[in-house]
């Protein structure tokens, strides 16, 4: 099963996810082609962080498969230190590491797990806090560091690794307004490169101006997805227009 | 953040009913650092003070006897040296041995308690809880009765001295509240520090030891000290299984002074005075400690 560029790179078929008795998705399908920036919008509750969580197997699927360039995520002998260098993920809450320092957390995961060369780490390292436009942050912990600040490191941390795929699981709902712009220009840079990125957003301007595609969720199933322009002018669910309805 | 105005707490109650306030389980729940807060919280003079009320107890004070309290403290003085180098000079070797095997133990244990392998948690949580909640003396009664005092290894004699068998009776208790301790530390970091590390496809034991274990260490050193301070002061206890430190000591040197009521203070007063003056720093810096790495995430 060797992935070639013309498939999709994330491949999610039927899958179906429980939490004991409660099914929190339904048969969600879809495909995200290397290079394309994909938003999952929906109300609270409706499983979008749940199904991005299962692609990079920090859960596990009940029903139906998730392939990642051809590694199958649900099956039992995976490898998950394989799956997850090529998916980077970065969470609501940050969660960087606070006992080290923004370049400490950049650095960590290539040298220990990939076992690469320091200096050469570093360099890239403080390339890739450069980029996040945190040039002089270097040495501070996250203590330190603004919520915006921190979730630019943190999306310097998983970028570190190289990952072909980004997992952005509302990386601006902890944030003030204010902030969220900072984060916002930083996803959009990365998606002008061509990284292929899957967002779980509730920013719908955001969604509206970089996602090549954008899905509605609601109560575990996808119900409504297109590009942005039909999918905001010519929603024809009416779930979908209800919710598009309260925010835009 | 805005205050919550709940009524018969925050605000007045708007009502003369009996009001039932929410329950405060933080301070209902028992302090794993209560020995050292309670010896820390002691003024430094408390053991002399102690030893002055004893002095006005109305047996000392009207003895009657030809033998009076300066002649008891005169013995002390004697005794004082050999009572120091033979007696409390143990107490703290076998607790400072004790502490570190205890350490060693502990810290492998609590790691098997938080296993991924269902058998070595089971079975490290089945010895953390058998240690932690026997009598220490019952512990040590089986280490002492139940090792040998020679063991021959290769042709080669080895003796067991009386005060190893009491070292490794101590530090089984230890060894299971450490485990304790490095549990419940790694359970006080946030499941989302193992996400993140999960998702930067750390290993398990590259998290462990790099991600959470550097993340609670400080938090664990505390809970360590509180123990080690109820270790010295529980180190007498070696006295009812003959053991020689300062008690078992203390009591042969009255005995040799014929056993005068005027020596019990004295000479249990001086060793009070050294493990006062020993474990109470102890407790003090470990409280400061405390203040000072209090979780701030």
Redesign the interface.
Same mark, same amino acid.
């Given at each position: 099963m060797t992935w070639t560029p013309d498939r999709p790179i994330v491949s999610v078929r039927d899958v179906h996810k429980s939490f004991g008795t409660l099914e929190v998705l339904k048969g969600v399908s879809f495909d995200v082609m290397k290079g394309e920036v994909v938003c999952i919008i929906g109300p609270s509750g409706s499983g979008k962080s749940t199904l991005i969580r299962c692609i +990079?197997a *920090?859960n596990d699927i009940q029903g139906g498969s998730i392939a990642v360039e051809g590694i199958e995520v649900g099956a039992p002998d995976l490898d998950? *230190?394989a799956l !997850?260098?090529k998916?980077?993920?970065v @969470?609501q809450?940050y +969660? *960087? @590491?606070?006992?080290k320092t923004a370049i400490e957390n950049v650095m960590?995961?290539p040298t *220990?797990?990939l076992k690469r060369d320091r200096a050469q780490v570093e360099a890239e390292a403080r390339a890739l806090i450069a980029k996040v436009r945190l040039e002089g942050k270097e040495d501070s912990y996250p203590?330190e560091l603004s919520g915006g600040q921190q979730q630019r490191v943190a999306i310097a !941390?998983?970028l570190a690794?190289n990952p072909d795929v980004m997992l952005f699981d509302e990386v601006t709902a902890a944030l003030d307004p204010e902030t969220v712009k900072e984060v916002l220009v930083t996803i959009k840079d990365l998606a002008a490169e061509g990284m292929t990125c899957i967002l779980v957003t509730h920013e719908m301007g955001f969604a509206r101006e970089v996602a090549d595609h954008i899905y509605f969720t609601d109560r575990g199933v996808i119900v409504e997805h297109g590009p942005p322009a039909t999918f905001f002018a010519e929603a024809s669910d009416p779930r979908t227009r209800e919710f598009l309805g309260q925010i835009l | 953040m805005t205050r919550k105005s709940i009524p018969g707490v925050t605000v007045r109650a708007r009502t003369d009913l009996p009001v039932l306030k929410p329950f405060d389980v933080a301070a209902h729940s028992p302090d794993p650092m209560m020995t050292v807060r309670w010896l820390a919280g002691m003024p430094w003079w408390t053991p002399l003070a102690m030893m002055g009320a004893f002095l006005l107890w109305p047996a000392v004070a009207h003895s009657q006897g030809t033998y009076g309290m300066a002649d008891a403290f005169e013995a002390l003085v004697r005794w004082m040296p050999f009572l120091v180098q033979s007696g409390f000079l143990f107490n703290v070797l076998i607790s400072v041995f004790a502490m570190l095997v205890g350490t060693v133990m502990g810290a492998f244990l609590g790691l098997g308690q938080i296993s991924l392998s269902r058998p070595v948690r089971a079975i490290s949580w089945f010895v953390t809880q058998l240690f932690r909640n026997s009598p220490w003396l019952v512990i040590l009664f089986i280490v002492l009765l139940a090792l040998p005092f020679e063991v021959e290894v290769f042709g080669v004699l080895f003796f067991f001295p009386d005060w190893w068998k009491a070292v490794i009776g101590l530090s089984l208790p230890v060894m299971a509240n450490i485990s304790e301790i490095v549990r419940g530390a790694v359970a006080s970091v946030p499941t /989302?520090?193992w996400? /993140? /590390?999960?998702?930067?496809?750390?290993?398990r034991t590259?998290t462990l030891w790099?991600?959470i274990l550097?993340?609670c260490f400080k938090r664990m050193i505390p809970p360590w000290m509180n123990w080690y301070a109820i270790l010295t002061m529980a180190t007498p206890l070696c006295s009812l299984l003959g053991v020689e430190e300062i008690v078992t000591l203390s009591r042969q040197a009255m005995e040799s002074e014929n056993n005068h009521p005027e020596l019990l203070v004295p000479f249990y007063g001086f060793a009070l005075v050294l493990f006062f003056a020993y474990c109470y720093p102890i407790a003090r810096i470990t409280i400061a400690l405390e203040r000072r790495y209090s979780v701030?995430?």
């Open positions: +990079n *920090l998950k *230190l !997850r260098k998916v980077g993920m @969470f809450q +969660n *960087l @590491f606070p006992h960590m995961a *220990l797990v203590g !941390r998983s690794m | /989302a520090q996400e /993140a /590390a999960e998702s930067l496809a750390f290993s590259q790099r991600i550097p993340q701030k995430l």
